[in-house]
C-alpha cells in the first residue's frame, strides 16, 4: 500500500516537473526576442571616383559619404521600436581615426519587415592624396541603438545594440564587396546560451518521468 502511494507520489512529481519544464520551453520560444540584422547595402564616395588621367582628389568639393542602410526585421510576431540610430565613420579598420557622424531618426518596424535609410554625411579629416595613389580604402562603420520589441500589446524595456564592420572601397569610390555587408557584434550571442538551458531543462523533465 505504502509503495503505491510513493510510486503514485513520484508520477505525480515527475509530471508536474515534466509539465514546467515543457510550459517553460513554449513561453521561452514565444517570448524569445532576435535582434535586427543590421547591414551595409551601399556605401558611395565621389571623392574616390577616379576616372579620369588628372584626377586629384585633394581638389574635389564632393567628399560626401552616401550609404544604404539596411535593417531586417526577422521576428515572426514581434514589432521593433527603434531609438535614434547613431553612425560613426572612421578611416582605417579601427577607432583611431573618426571621420563622419551621422544620427538616423528612431522609428517602427513590423514583424517580417525590412527597412531602408539611404543617407548621405558630411566626412573630415579623411587623407585623400593617399587614398588615391593606393586606389582602394578601407573604413570602418559602426552602429549602436537601442530597441524594445512589440510582443502583442506590449513592448519589451530597452535592449542595447552596437554592430560594425569594414568596408572596403575602391577606385570608383563605391564599396568593393557587392553584396550587402553584415554588421556584427564582438559579443557573444547570449540567445543561444538561453535555448540550451531551456533544452536541457526539458531534457531532464523526461528523463525524470521515464524513471
Request: include cysteine; proline fraction near 4%.
Amino acid at each position: 500500500m505504502t509503495d503505491s502511494r510513493n510510486a503514485g507520489c513520484c508520477r505525480c512529481c515527475c509530471s508536474f516537473v515534466l509539465t514546467s519544464g515543457l510550459t517553460a520551453l513554449f513561453m521561452w520560444l514565444s517570448l524569445r526576442t532576435t535582434h535586427p540584422t543590421c547591414s551595409i547595402q551601399d556605401f558611395y564616395l565621389p571623392a574616390l571616383q577616379n576616372t579620369t588621367p588628372n584626377y586629384n582628389s585633394t581638389n574635389s568639393t564632393n567628399t560626401t559619404i552616401y550609404f544604404d542602410l539596411k535593417l531586417d526585421n526577422k521576428n515572426k510576431d514581434k514589432g521593433i521600436h527603434y531609438d535614434a540610430l547613431n553612425l560613426t565613420i572612421y578611416y582605417g579598420e579601427n577607432q583611431s581615426h573618426p571621420v563622419a557622424n551621422k544620427t538616423i531618426p528612431g522609428f517602427y518596424q513590423g514583424h517580417k519587415k525590412k527597412a531602408h535609410r539611404k543617407e548621405s554625411v558630411n566626412t573630415y579629416g579623411v587623407p585623400w592624396a593617399a587614398i588615391s595613389s593606393n586606389g582602394t580604402a578601407f573604413f570602418r562603420v559602426d552602429l549602436s541603438t537601442k530597441v524594445r520589441f512589440k510582443i502583442m500589446f506590449w513592448n519589451t524595456k530597452r535592449d542595447k545594440i552596437i554592430v560594425w564592420a569594414p568596408v572596403e572601397v575602391n577606385a570608383t569610390g563605391h564599396k568593393v564587396y557587392k553584396k550587402g555587408i553584415k554588421l556584427k557584434s564582438g559579443a557573444p550571442d547570449l540567445d543561444c546560451y538561453r535555448a540550451r538551458v531551456v533544452l536541457l531543462l526539458a531534457v531532464v523533465s523526461v528523463l525524470f518521468l521515464t524513471i
